[in-house]
Nanobody, 124 residues
Framework: QVQLVESGGGLVQAGGSLRLSCAAS????????MGWFRQAPGKERDFVAL????????YYSDSVKGRFTISRDNAKNTLYLQMNSLKPEDTAVYYC?????????????????WGQGTQVTVSS
């Protein structure tokens, strides 16, 4: 079983920055990718970014490309999401997730493990 625990959310003004962390523990897949999703009130959970854990290649949604950066620290088994130039529309609960295999996947159903989420609120 894999446990994912997010942290780093909070309240920030538009134009500001936040860095989210996701600590992973337990027995992970041999080849896997991890991603970030977000869910705004009354909306579906949307894909944000993905990273191939072993190679480090990344993939982003168009809405965050150029503003957000996904990265990982292999030694700490921790995933990060650096969020810059934040906008009010970035307000959501942010979730990290892990999937078996390294293919790009933007749908929730492709992911096997999920964290509990961390709230990000961007004020205008």
């Amino acid at each position: 079983q894999v446990q994912l625990v997010e942290s780093g959310g909070g309240l920030v003004q538009a134009g500001g920055s936040l860095r989210l962390s996701c600590a992973a523990s337990g027995r992970m897949f041999s080849n896997y990718a991890m991603g970030w999703f977000r869910q705004a009130p009354g909306k579906e959970r949307d894909f944000v970014a993905l990273i191939n854990w072993s190679v480090g290649s990344t993939y982003y949604s168009d809405s965050v490309k150029g503003r957000f950066t996904i990265s990982r620290d292999n030694a700490k088994n921790t995933l990060y999401l650096q969020m810059n130039s934040l906008k009010p529309e970035d307000t959501a609960v942010y979730y990290c997730a892990a999937k078996n295999g390294i293919s790009i996947a933007t749908l929730e159903k492709a992911y096997d493990y999920w964290g509990q989420g961390t709230q990000v609120t961007v004020s205008s």
